[in-house]
C-alpha cells in the first residue's frame, strides 16, 4: 500500500470536527475542514469561530498559518492522506438517518486513492464502519479496503464547555479493519492526543460510544422520574441527591432537568436499540423506558408552569412565557434536539407568547416564532413566568431572585421566594 502525502480532511466543522481541525493544525497537519453549511465556512474563513470550545483566535491563527483551509467544496479534498468524518447522524422519524455519512462517504470515495485512510467518528450503530462505509468507499473508488486503502472508527468524545477534560487530554479510542489500518489510525491520533486506547474491531468503538452514552441517558431518566414523584411526595430531590453524592463509592451524580438534547443523548441509545431490534427482533427495554421518560420531560415542565400560573390565577394562554437559556448544554450555543424546542412548540400550542433568550445560540438557528430577547430586569418583570431551561455561566441569575415575576427553574440553580424548583 502506498502512503498518500496530501492533507487531512476533516468533514463537518461543527462542536466534534472543528476542534479536531484545530488540534490537527496545532500538531502540524495541513487541514481540509469541510462543511455543506455556507454560512459556516464563510464565517471559518473570515477567522469566526461559532463553537464555544474554539476562540476565534485559535481560528485566525490556524488560517494564518496556511494550514488550514475551510470550504463547502470537496474539490479541495483531491489526494488525501487521511479522512475523518464528523458529520451529524440523526433520527429520522425515529429510524436512524445515515444520510449525511452517505454522502460524505460518496464524495470522499471519488478523491479516495491508494494509501489513504478514511476514519469515521460519528456516532452509529455497531457495524457501520464495515457494513455501509467500506462497500461506498470501495464502490466509488474501485479500490480494495485493507489492501490499497486504511478505514477504522474512532467515537468522539468531545464534550462541550468542559474546561477540564478536553479534546487533548480525553482518552481516544481507535479501531481499523485490519491491523494495518489500525496502526496508521493510531499512529494519526496519537499526534493529536495524550491517549490512545485501540479496540479489536470497528465494532467495538462503535459500540463503546453508544454504552458510554447509554450510560448516561438511562440515570438521567432515573433521576428525571425520581424528581417527578419526588415532587409529588413532597420531598426536596435536589438535597437527597447532594446528600447521596456524598458517598465515595458505589453512586455516580445525575441530576433532573427540562429533557435531553444535543447530538448524542436523544439519538445514540436509539441507534442501539434499534440495532437490537434488527439483528435480533428484541427490544432494549432500559433504552426505551429512558427515551419514554425523557422524551416527557418537556410535557412535565409545560405542566408545571401551568400549575405556577394557575396559582397566581392567570391562565397559560396569552401569557408572557420567557426562557433562559436554550441550548441543551450549559456554555454552548449547540440547539440540536434541545428540550427548549419541544417546549417552545407545547408552549406555542397552548396559547402562550414566547420569548427567549440566549446569546450563545447564532441568529441562522434560531427558534421560528420566539421573539429574541436580551437577559435583563426589564425582559424578566415585563414577562409573566420566566422558565430557566440552561444555566449559562454568563446569566446573572440575581435577576430572577430580585424580580417580582413567578420563576420555574428546571436546574436548581435561582434563589428566592418567586422560584419553584422543578
Known amino acids: 500500500m502506498n502512503n498518500a502525502s496530501g492533507p487531512v480532511v476533516v468533514v463537518g466543522q461543527g462542536y466534534v470536527g472543528l476542534p479536531l481541525?484545530?488540534?490537527?493544525?496545532?500538531?502540524?497537519?495541513?487541514?481540509?475542514?469541510?462543511?455543506?453549511?455556507?454560512?459556516?465556512?464563510?464565517a471559518?474563513?473570515?477567522?469566526?469561530?461559532?463553537?464555544e470550545d474554539v476562540p476565534a483566535e485559535v481560528v485566525r491563527d490556524a488560517l494564518d498559518s496556511g494550514r488550514y483551509s475551510?470550504?463547502?467544496?470537496?474539490?479541495?479534498?483531491?489526494?488525501?492522506?487521511?479522512?475523518?468524518?464528523?458529520?451529524?447522524?440523526?433520527l429520522k422519524e425515529t429510524l436512524p438517518d445515515l444520510s449525511f455519512i452517505e454522502s460524505a462517504a460518496k464524495s470522499l470515495a471519488e478523491r479516495l486513492l491508494p494509501g489513504a485512510t478514511v476514519v469515521l467518528e460519528s456516532t452509529t450503530y455497531p457495524g457501520t464502519t464495515e457494513e455501509l462505509l467500506v462497500p461506498i468507499l470501495e464502490k466509488g473508488s474501485g479500490l480494495q479496503a485493507g489492501q490499497d486503502f486504511s478505514v477504522g472508527y474512532s467515537p468522539e468524545r468531545i464534550d462541550p464547555g468542559n474546561q477540564t477534560w478536553t479534546f487533548e487530554n480525553t482518552p481516544k479510542v481507535v479501531s481499523g479493519i485490519d491491523e494495518d489500518s489500525l496502526e496508521r489510525i493510531d499512529?494519526?491520533?496519537?499526534?493529536?492526543?495524550?491517549?490512545?486506547v485501540p479496540v479489536s474491531t470497528p465494532k467495538?468503538?462503535?459500540?463503546?460510544?453508544?454504552?458510554?452514552?447509554?450510560?448516561?441517558?438511562?440515570?438521567?431518566?432515573?433521576?428525571?422520574?425520581?424528581?417527578?414523584?419526588a415532587h409529588e411526595l413532597g420531598v426536596n430531590v435536589w438535597e437527597s441527591i447532594d446528600a447521596a453524592s456524598t458517598k465515595p463509592f458505589g453512586f455516580m451524580k445525575f441530576t433532573p432537568g427540562p429533557g435531553v438534547g444535543g447530538h448524542c443523548l436523544p439519538v445514540d441509545p436509539s441507534y442501539l436499540s434499534w440495532q437490537v431490534k434488527?439483528?435480533?427482533?428484541?427490544?432494549?427495554?432500559?433504552?426505551?423506558?429512558?427515551?419514554?421518560?425523557?422524551?416527557h420531560m418537556p410535557n412535565y415542565v409545560l405542566q408545571r408552569a401551568g400549575r405556577v400560573l394557575n396559582d397566581l390565577g392567570q391562565p397559560l394562554r396569552g401569557s408572557r412565557v420567557l426562557l433562559v437559556g436554550l441550548a441543551y448544554k450549559r456554555d454552548t450555543g449547540d440547539i440540536r434536539e434541545s428540550p427548549s424546542l419541544r417546549l417552545i412548540d407545547l408552549l406555542q400550542e397552548s396559547g402562550a407568547v414566547v420569548l427567549g433568550t440566549d446569546d450563545h445560540v447564532e441568529d441562522h438557528r434560531w427558534p421560528i416564532g420566539v421573539e429574541r430577547v436580551s437577559f435583563d430586569a426589564e425582559q424578566v418583570g415585563a414577562a409573566d413566568l420566566v422558565i430557566l431551561i440552561t444555566d449559562h455561566s454568563s446569566f446573572d441569575l440575581d435577576v430572577l431572585?430580585?424580580?417580582?415575576?413567578?420563576v420555574l427553574d428546571t436546574r436548581n440553580r435561582a434563589r428566592g421566594d418567586n422560584v419553584a424548583v422543578l
Open 401 to 406: 431572585r430580585d424580580s417580582a415575576t413567578s
Open 70 to 90: 475551510p470550504t463547502s467544496d470537496y474539490a479541495a479534498a483531491e489526494g488525501f492522506s487521511i479522512a475523518v468524518i464528523t458529520v451529524p447522524t440523526p
Open 44 to 51: 471559518l474563513s473570515r477567522g469566526e469561530s461559532y463553537v
Open 187 to 196: 499512529r494519526f491520533y496519537s499526534s493529536l492526543v495524550e491517549r490512545t
Open 278 to 295: 434488527r439483528k435480533l427482533g428484541q427490544n432494549f427495554r432500559f433504552v426505551e423506558l429512558a427515551n419514554d421518560v425523557n422524551d
Open 204 to 229: 467495538e468503538a462503535e459500540l463503546t460510544k453508544l454504552l458510554e452514552n447509554t450510560f448516561r441517558h438511562v440515570n438521567i431518566a432515573l433521576v428525571n422520574e425520581l424528581a417527578i414523584f
Open 21 to 42: 481541525a484545530m488540534r490537527a493544525v496545532e500538531v502540524g497537519h495541513t487541514v481540509v475542514g469541510i462543511d455543506l453549511d455556507v454560512t459556516r465556512a464563510q
